[in-house]
Each structure stands twice: as structure tokens, then as C-alpha cells.
């Protein structure tokens, strides 16, 4: 084994951490703080040091804005011919666009960016804190590794529960929601549809994964009771919607329909 590779090594036989990438996601977060602090809290040589080091790397950041701006630039294309061109002729020159995406993608790009706009742009933050709950365990109740959460959530039907000595998130029985109050702009009504699954919760890939229900969350529902009709013909089956309330307040879900 190669010297200074034992994390690397203890990786591949055990694994990661649960939320290993949600905690490195969150430290590339805060160097930005971190490097404000160093900024102001260094003296003398050191900081000589580090403000030339920063310096450099503005610079090269710089650089690497103005080439990404450069690339759309539209530049006149010289070409040598052998035959003389007509006076009239001189002005003009030939222009290469060097465009990454042709207008007509961007356009179908736009229409796809407009067509899942949500009606709630914008929620309140849910610390973890606020998300979790420490459960103490053991003979003293020393051990403080096991986290109920405190939110509602979605759990699916085939999902099977781990031993409760090895569970670490626990997800109470009286939080879960199987269905939810879905609202269509266009048809004017609300209907008390099953939820298939949590698409994506806006606070946190981790919230996420466990199927937490928040204000501002893409959940997908089953629309085959209102009869929505594909392009194909087809009756839809799965739609998107955002949920529009407090669920652990109100007791409810209540959601709107993406359309």
C-alpha cells in the first residue's frame, strides 16, 4: 500500500458516510467565508503572501471570463483569391459565428424553461436543526447518532424498514403522507390523488432522498383520474406539482399541478 493512502483505502472497504457528499458540497460552501476571514485576520509577511497569491488567482480567473466571453464574438473571415474583387465588393466580408447552440435549440431550450416554471419561485431555508431531532440511545444515553425527523414524508409501498439497532433516520408513522390535494389552474378543481414520489425538495439533495414533504417541493402525483390526454393520445399517467402549504402544520398536502 502506497504511503499517505489510507483514506483512500479505508473508502473502497467501507464505504462513505450517509451524507458525506452533502457535508463536502456544504465545506466548498463556506471556503468563501473562510477565505474573507483570512483576508482581513492576516499580518505582516503572511499576508503579503496570501494577497499575492489571490492576486494571481483573479487574474487567471480573468482570463478565463474573457476567453468564455470571446467565444461569441462574431470575427470577419480573410480569404486570399486569386481573381481581384469589384469595388463594390470591397466592403463586404464574410462572417463566422462561433456559436455553440444553433436558435432554434435555445428557442425549444426557453419554451422547456417556461413550460416547468413553478409558482413558488423562492421558500424559506429548513435548517437541520430544525429537521432533525437527536435521539440518545444506550445503557447511559450517551450515544446521540440516531435522528428522527420531524417533517412529513413520503414513503413507497415497497420500502422496507432497517432493524431498529442499525436505523439512523427515523421516519414516524404519523408523518406519513400517501396522497395529496392536487389543484389544476386550467380545469379549476382539486382532486385527492396517490403521490408516486418526491421529484426533488428544494432545500437539500438529502431532504430529498428520504421523501421529506416541504413547502416548495416538486412531488409527482398520479393524474389518471382526471384524464389528461398525451399529444400521443396516450392518457398521462405521471404529472409533476409543487406543494403550495405547510404540510406540518396543516395536516394536509396541498399541491398545484405543473401544467
Not at 461569441?72 to 463566422?96: F, H, M, Q, V
Not at 416547468?116 to 445503557?139: A, C, H, Q
Not at 432545500?203 to 414533504?213: C, E
Request: with cysteine; aromatic share 8%; proline share 5%.
Amino acid at each position: 500500500m502506497a504511503q499517505n493512502d489510507y483514506i483512500e483505502r479505508w473508502t473502497k472497504l467501507y464505504g462513505k458516510r450517509f451524507d458525506a457528499d452533502e457535508r463536502s458540497r456544504k465545506r466548498c460552501a463556506r471556503r468563501a467565508n473562510h477565505i474573507s476571514k483570512d483576508a482581513t485576520t492576516f499580518r505582516g509577511l503572511r499576508a503579503k503572501m496570501f494577497h499575492t497569491q489571490r492576486h494571481k488567482e483573479k487574474i487567471q480567473m480573468r482570463k478565463r471570463i474573457k476567453v468564455h466571453e470571446e467565444r461569441n464574438i462574431k470575427s470577419p473571415i480573410s480569404k486570399t483569391s486569386a481573381s481581384p474583387l469589384p469595388a463594390y465588393l470591397l466592403e463586404r466580408s464574410d462572417i463566422g459565428v462561433s456559436k455553440l447552440l444553433s436558435s432554434s435549440i435555445k428557442q425549444k431550450r426557453k419554451e422547456k424553461a417556461a413550460r416547468f416554471t413553478v409558482p413558488l419561485p423562492s421558500v424559506r431555508g429548513v435548517s437541520e436543526e430544525e429537521m432533525f431531532k437527536v435521539i440518545k440511545t444506550g445503557k447511559n444515553k450517551h450515544k446521540a447518532w440516531k435522528r428522527l425527523i420531524t417533517k412529513p414524508t413520503f414513503v413507497g409501498s415497497n420500502f422496507t424498514r432497517r432493524p431498529v439497532k442499525y436505523e439512523r433516520f427515523m421516519r414516524p408513522m404519523a408523518l406519513r403522507y400517501k396522497k395529496a390535494h392536487v389543484t389544476h389552474r386550467e380545469l379549476e378543481l382539486t382532486v385527492h390523488i396517490p403521490i408516486i414520489g418526491v421529484k426533488k425538495n428544494v432545500q437539500s439533495p438529502l431532504y430529498t432522498q428520504f421523501g421529506i414533504l416541504t413547502r416548495g417541493s416538486i412531488i409527482e402525483v398520479d393524474v389518471s383520474e382526471l384524464g389528461i390526454v398525451t399529444p400521443s393520445g396516450k392518457i398521462g399517467w405521471g404529472r409533476y406539482a409543487q406543494i403550495t402549504n405547510n404540510p406540518e402544520t396543516d395536516g394536509c398536502v396541498n399541491a398545484l399541478l405543473l401544467i
